[in-house]
Nanobody, 112 residues
Framework: QVQLVESGGGLVQPGGSLRLSCAASGNIFSNSVMAWHRQAPGKQREFVAVITNGGATNYADSVKGRFTISRDNAKNTLYLQMNSLKPEDTAVYYC??????WGQGTQVTVSS
């Protein structure tokens, strides 16, 4: 079974940047569709971004132009580059293999 471990979260000021990483093990990363979702307290989990095994990407409207999803198949790692961060981006960010299999999440807090 695939295991996913997110890292790179933290505290950042509005307008700042973070890069999240998701290290995968137990599966063939290059053959997987991978996605990022996030969940803020009191909110439902929402889709953020997805990347296919061929490298095609799609984003939620709320993050288009600010976030970039990418993958390094040689390192079995998924990334989410987050720029121009806003307080409403504050959430626990989860990577997942589509369908199913979720990481434990990494906290992103955007605050002054």
């Amino acid at each position: 079974q695939v295991q996913l471990v997110e890292s790179g979260g933290g505290l950042v000021q509005p307008g700042g940047s973070l890069r999240l990483s998701c290290a995968a093990s137990g599966n063939i990363f290059s053959n997987s569709v991978m996605a990022w979702h996030r969940q803020a307290p009191g909110k439902q989990r929402e889709f953020v971004a997805v990347i296919t095994n061929g490298g095609a990407t799609n984003y939620a409207d709320s993050v288009k132009g600010r976030f970039t999803i990418s993958r390094d198949n040689a390192k079995n790692t998924l990334y989410l580059q987050m720029n121009s961060l806003k307080p409403e981006d504050t959430a626990v960010y989860y990577c997942n293999k589509v369908p199913g299999t979720w990481g434990q999440g990494t906290q992103v807090t955007v605050s002054s």
